[in-house]
């Protein structure tokens, strides 16, 4: 719901920073590796019951992940980074909850099994659409430039990544975050579709 609002904000600095990396020779799928390689380390964090950690490696993973696109930017964008970012994002998207799961199965495994289900809805409309909108030429730049169609939706990467930091934070908390954000997405996912249906249908 905010990606669009923050990418204004947001895309400038991280452009600068992008042109730097460029002109030292950085590769935006090596950017890419190792911000996944951080986010794999908050899980990991997390799992071990060091949430400030956690809390540290999830800020860098998402600051990779802006990087490696404005490198795409400043040199040359293909498939293939396109298909590692959101997919290497899936899988962090995934881990986090799981993470959180391991460290406290009983207070919990429930509502991150909630909320990873979730996330399949919605990731499942999201990515279905794009699929469908690259075979009919489909394009938009709403949320920025991307790989792929980008459906808005109410839970986006935004406010992804401030439940996750806030679940660091205060990590007692999380059982009513799930939840909530779990909710959140559902109708997120049912919008994502209604939207997708309309457009295919018009198209």
Same mark, same amino acid.
């Given at each position: 719901?905010?990606?669009?609002?923050?990418?204004?904000?947001?895309?400038?600095?991280?452009?600068?920073?992008?042109?730097?990396? $460029?002109? $030292?020779? *950085?590769?935006? =799928?090596?950017?890419?590796? %190792?911000?996944?390689?951080?986010?794999?380390?908050?899980?990991?964090?997390?799992?071990?019951? /060091? %949430?400030?950690?956690?809390?540290?490696?999830?800020?860098? =993973? @998402?600051? $990779?992940?802006?990087?490696?696109?404005?490198?795409? @930017?400043?040199?040359?964008?293909?498939?293939?980074?396109?298909?590692?970012?959101?997919?290497?994002?899936?899988?962090?998207?995934?881990?986090?909850?799981?993470?959180?799961?391991?460290?406290?199965?009983?207070? =919990?495994?429930?509502?991150?099994?909630?909320?990873?289900? &979730? /996330?399949?809805? =919605?990731?499942?409309?999201?990515?279905? %659409?794009?699929?469908?909108?690259?075979?009919?030429?489909?394009?938009?730049?709403?949320?920025?430039?991307?790989?792929?169609?980008?459906?808005?939706?109410?839970?986006?990467?935004?406010?992804?990544?401030?439940?996750?930091?806030?679940?660091?934070? /205060?990590?007692?908390?999380?059982?009513?975050?799930?939840?909530? /954000?779990?909710? *959140?997405?559902?109708? &997120?996912? *049912?919008?994502?579709?209604?939207?997708?249906?309309?457009?295919?249908? @018009?198209?």
């Amino acid at each position: 719901m905010f990606d669009a609002r923050i990418r204004p904000l947001i895309d400038p600095p991280l452009n600068r920073v992008g042109h730097l990396l $460029a002109r $030292a020779g *950085v590769s935006p =799928n090596a950017v890419t590796l %190792f911000g996944f390689a951080i986010g794999i380390g908050a899980a990991v964090a997390i799992a071990s019951g /060091f %949430f400030l950690l956690g809390f540290v490696l999830i800020a860098l =993973n @998402r600051l $990779a992940d802006g990087l490696d696109g404005a490198l795409a @930017r400043a040199t040359q964008k293909t498939d293939l980074g396109g298909y590692l970012d959101i997919t290497l994002d899936f899988f962090f998207y995934g881990a986090i909850p799981l993470a959180f799961a391991i460290q406290d199965p009983a207070a =919990n495994a429930l509502p991150a099994a909630a909320l990873l289900c &979730s /996330f399949y809805a =919605n990731g499942s409309a999201f990515l279905a %659409f794009a699929i469908m909108a690259e075979r009919r030429g489909l394009s938009t730049d709403k949320q920025g430039a991307k790989s792929l169609y980008y459906l808005g939706g109410l839970a986006e990467g935004t406010e992804t990544i401030a439940l996750f930091l806030l679940m660091a934070l /205060f990590p007692s908390w999380f059982a009513l975050l799930a939840w909530a /954000f779990a909710a *959140v997405c559902f109708v &997120s996912a *049912v919008a994502r579709v209604m939207i997708g249906v309309k457009s295919l249908d @018009r198209h």
